[in-house]
């Protein structure tokens, strides 16, 4: 564990360190969610709120949404951003043909890899939705009725969404070591706006109710798909795959 640590630690001091990459990261998630908490906001939320009784399902369904999508982009932006380019940087450089000539097992490199890119997307993402729930509540809900906010949506905003990205993270870095890293780039690169356009839909036409149990199964079922197929391709996980790719 302490190599993994030390391994995780070095990868995400890398890729702090462009400033410009950074910069241009922090903007583009702003703008996102700044958009998005606006959007949902005005269409959502301040109408159901100026009727004399609010109604609840409306108003808890826009609230879900703003976190959700929130998390959902801070984590996606920021594996956007490193998954590519620490997987390139890493094999141009014979970083990977380096540490596995250590005593470091291939397992190990991956696991530690995978963390360096998802772990600053999990601190991004949880901070900003932790504001956007703390933003929408104090201007629209606790002078009216409370603070608000379900089991349900803490569940699927800040646990199953993160772990949602864990699984990518093993999943694209693995299709990296083994193969290309444009091949798992690509799967980044579809997988957040595909997915967020997705599921907000199904929030919006009440296919799935976002502040439900369903909402939030549907979400960990997903992490555990993802994180099967990650489980299931480890096999392939060898130094000779890693060294030939």
């Avoid at 241009?24 to 959502?44: D, N, Q, R, T, Y």
């Avoid at 009727?51 to 609840?56: K, Y």
């Avoid at 995978?114 to 600053?120: C, E, Q, T």
């Avoid at 997915?195 to 199904?202: K, Q, V």
Wanted: glycine content about 6%; proline content about 4%; hydrophobic content about 60%.
């Amino acid at each position: 564990m302490r190599e993994i640590a030390l391994i995780t630690a070095a990868t995400i001091r890398n890729n702090l360190r462009s400033k410009i990459t950074v910069a241009l990261l922090m903007a583009v998630v702003l703008i996102c969610v700044a958009g998005l908490v606006i959007a949902f906001s005005l269409l959502m939320i301040a109408p159901a709120m100026e009727v004399e009784i609010p109604d609840r399902p409306t108003v808890e369904t826009g609230l879900s949404l703003i976190v959700y999508t929130t998390c959902l982009i801070g984590l996606g932006v920021n594996l956007n951003a490193f998954g590519f380019q620490t997987m390139t940087r890493e094999k141009t450089r014979g970083n990977i043909e380096a540490l596995l000539a250590t005593p470091l097992k291939a397992s190990q490199i991956w696991v530690a890899k995978s963390f360096a890119i998802f772990l600053p997307g999990l601190v991004l993402g949880e901070v900003l939705a932790l504001i956007s729930l703390l933003a929408v509540n104090f201007i629209y809900f606790v002078p009216v009725a409370g603070f608000l906010l379900n089991p349900w949506i803490f569940l699927s905003c800040f646990v199953a969404v993160p772990l949602i990205y864990l699984s990518l993270s093993f999943l694209v870095y693995l299709i990296g070591l083994i193969g290309k890293p444009a091949t798992g780039n690509v799967i980044v690169q579809v997988f957040l706006p595909v997915f967020t356009s997705l599921m907000i839909n199904l929030g919006v036409h009440h296919v799935l109710d976002a502040t439900s149990w369903s909402f939030a199964l549907a979400n960990l079922g997903l992490a555990g798909a993802i994180g099967t197929i990650a489980i299931l391709l480890r096999r392939r996980l060898t130094n000779e795959r890693i060294i030939l790719s």
